[in-house]
Every structure is written in structure tokens, then in C-alpha cells.
């Protein structure tokens, strides 16, 4: 029986088959990307790997610069200014993916902002701020992906969400609200959609390095050496690695998402926090 199956006969019988097959999972020409909050950090690490595999790439960010313009300029990416609280720049970014690149087949909906702050202490204002660029920013720019993925038959949506949409934390409620809050929307878009063969996922990064708002947070510090020591030594594996995740690794992930690879995934949040949501780690051996 096992002779006619057909996992023999792809890759028992066809030694080479594999490659190839991972080879095209890792393929992307001929499709077209929307990442927001591109200019740095996991946002601009993911523009460069999807270019790398072939995507057409569109940046959106509230601030561009100039280093990252520069890279991007030598894979063809195209930038946008775009504040995605704002639905009339969230439309100008996939109407100029539609426009230049002819449709949309993933959409990276990174953009956002922290905020440690305890409850009592936060400004409506700031709750807002918080709300609108973590969780109505994906909203906003879901609603006008959709359409266009429906046209083409299907898509791949990734929500930036964090271990703080897994657990909560105790510094920043506000963040582990918008982040939780955009976990529950990317399951419940996930469900809604997949009629229309649209699949949507998230990714729930850790202590990542060599980000626009972890770089932030450090240089608030009063001693940035040791904050950023106890960071590491909250995640398990960074703690034993004595480092960081870096954006690359966190875009890795995406590409995965993006790719044919993740065919039957949708509705998943993959954590690449080192094991910070697991609990408090073990002593060192």
C-alpha cells in the first residue's frame, strides 16, 4: 500500500522533489506586499527578505529615513508616507499597491507604538494613541486589503502582535490590551475570511533588538547596560543566548506566514519571544 501512496511516490521515488518543493515555498515572484511600518526595526527586516524572495514590496511608515530608503531603493521597494490611524492614508498605500504592482497578496500589518505607563497615569490621549496605531491601524488597513485579495483568489494577512497579547504584562497594560485585543482580530478575521481563501495569522515577538521602539525604551533608561540585561534574562532561550531576538528572525517568521509553506495555517499566533510567555525561567544550570 505504502508503494502507491502518494507521499512515496512525491518523495520516496522522486529524491529530488523536496528542494524543489521548498524551493517554491520560498518563492514569492509575482506578488505583492503591504508592509506598514517599514522604515525600521521588523518592518523594514521583513520588506527586505519578502524583495529578497521576489515579492514587490510596498513600505508604509509615518517617518521614513534615509538608511532605509537607501536599501530599498536597491531592491525596488516602493515607500509611502502613511499614519495608519488615518483611513485616507492606509487607502493611498494599497491603492499605490494596486496601481503600480497590479493587486495585493500579503499584507504585514506591523505598525506600532508602546506605551509603559500604569492605568492610572494614562491620558485618554494616550489610550488612543495606543489603540488607533496597534489595533485600528490593522483594521484599517485589513478593510481595504480584502477586497483586492478577494480579486485574486486569496491572500496572507500578518497582525504584529507580542507575548503581551499572550500574557499580560503588569508595566504596560494599555500595549497588553491593544496587543490582545489584535490577537482575538486576527482569529476572528481568520475565521470570516478563509471563504475567500484569505489566511490571517500573527506573530507574537519578544524582546526583540535594534527596534525604533525598543531602542526608545533603552535610551529612557537611567542605566541602559543593565535594563537591557534584564530584558534578556526575562526570556528563557535570549537569557542562554545572551542576546536579543533580532528583526530578522521575527521577519523569518513572516516569510513563512507569506509563503506556500503555511498553505493550511490561518487563525495561529506563533510566539518568538524565546519562551518569555511560558513563565518564569529556570535557574541557569
Known amino acids: 500500500m ?7 511516490r512525491t518523495f520516496l521515488n522522486s529524491p529530488q522533489q523536496p528542494e524543489s518543493v521548498m524551493h517554491q515555498q520560498a518563492t514569492l515572484n509575482g506578488r505583492v506586499a503591504i508592509i506598514t511600518g517599514g522604515a525600521t526595526g521588523i518592518g523594514q527586516a521583513t520588506a527586505l527578505l ?24 536597491r531592491l525596488g521597494i516602493t515607500e509611502v508616507k502613511c499614519d495608519v490611524r488615518i483611513e485616507s492614508d492606509v487607502k493611498q498605500l494599497v491603492d499605490r499597491a494596486i496601481s503600480v504592482g497590479g493587486g495585493l497578496d500579503m499584507l504585514i500589518n506591523n505598525a506600532g507604538i508602546g506605551m509603559v505607563k500604569q492605568i492610572t497615569d494614562v491620558t485618554e490621549a494616550e489610550w488612543d494613541a495606543c489603540l488607533d496605531t496597534n ?44 496587543k490582545g485585543a489584535l490577537v482575538a482580530f486576527t482569529k476572528s478575521i481568520a475565521l470570516c475570511h478563509s471563504v475567500d481563501r484569505i489566511r490571517v ?27 537591557e540585561n534584564q530584558i ?31 498553505a493550511m495555517v490561518t487563525g495561529t499566533c506563533i510566539a518568538i519571544d524565546g519562551g518569555k510567555s511560558l513563565g518564569v525561567p529556570p535557574a541557569l544550570k
Open 2 to 8: 505504502l508503494a502507491d501512496s502518494w507521499f512515496n
Open 50 to 73: 519578502l524583495a529578497e524572495h521576489g515579492a514587490q514590496v510596498f513600505v508604509g511608515d509615518y517617518d521614513p529615513i534615509e538608511r532605509s530608503s537607501q536599501e530599498f531603493s
Open 135 to 178: 489595533l485600528k491601524g490593522a483594521f484599517l488597513a485589513t478593510k481595504h486589503a480584502i477586497p483586492h485579495m478577494r480579486a485574486r483568489g486569496g491572500g496572507s494577512i500578518v497582525n504584529m502582535a507580542s507575548n503581551a497579547g499572550i500574557l499580560p504584562r503588569a508595566h504596560d497594560p494599555v500595549y497588553s490590551t491593544s
Open 201 to 227: 495569522n500573527a506573530v507574537c515577538p519578544g524582546p526583540v533588538g535594534d527596534t525604533r521602539m525598543m531602542n526608545a525604551d533603552l535610551d529612557k533608561a537611567a542605566d541602559r547596560v543593565a535594563t
Open 232 to 262: 534578556i534574562a526575562a526570556s528563557p532561550i535570549a537569557r542562554v543566548s545572551q542576546r536579543m531576538i533580532s528583526p530578522r528572525e521575527v521577519a523569518e517568521a513572516i516569510l513563512y506566514l507569506v509563503s506556500d509553506a503555511s
